[in-house]
């Protein structure tokens, strides 16, 4: 699962992964716990380009090559050979939402880093319009703008059996 905070990598992807029988893993919460620091902790101290390269060694080595379900970062997609790489990983959904939905989801979450400036608003705007020309060539593309959890997992599972049985 790739795309911008708030689009509902995770519980989409807790849920998606439920629903296969698969393992979910969030690459943020896997880089936290082995780098031993919350990610804004890494933001403030060993700077973003630090954050990213555990990203990269994350989808690397991070995880099983098979049976998971994996919520990205949503900057990891954006990197250099990236996009490439999560491909030949796997199958990747993009998930997207509204600007105005992705502004009011991560007003609730404090942990993010790049949104822990005096216009958070306007950082949304700018980062999601550099962003969503990659998330949209990065894999299946799915919305989650006025669905349900429920709504989206179906259409998420029915996309992997589908892109599954071709690959």
């Keep these: 699962m790739v795309g911008f905070m708030g689009v509902g990598k995770s519980a989409i992807g807790r849920r998606t992964a439920a629903e296969l029988g698969m393992r979910f893993i969030d690459s943020d919460a896997s880089i936290e716990k082995k780098q031993g620091k919350s990610i804004a902790e890494i933001f403030a101290v060993e700077g ?12 690397e080595t991070g995880h099983p090559e098979t049976g998971c379900v994996v919520a990205c970062g949503g900057g990891l997609v954006v990197q250099p050979g990236m ?17 105005e939905s992705i502004i009011e989801r991560t007003s609730r979450n404090k942990k993010r880093p790049l949104l822990n400036v005096t216009e958070p608003e306007a950082t949304i705007r700018r980062l999601l ?13 799915i919305s989650t703008q006025g669905r349900t959890i429920s709504e989206v997992v179906r259409h998420v599972v029915r996309c992997y059996k589908e892109q599954s049985r071709k690959g």
């Design 48 to 59: 973003e380009s630090c954050f990213r390269d555990y990203e990269q060694a994350f989808v």
């Design 83 to 99: 996009k490439e790489r999560l491909n030949e990983k796997g199958v990747v959904v993009s998930l997207f939402a509204s600007v």
């Design 129 to 141: 319009a550099e962003r969503e020309p990659i998330y949209m060539e990065a894999g299946i593309c």
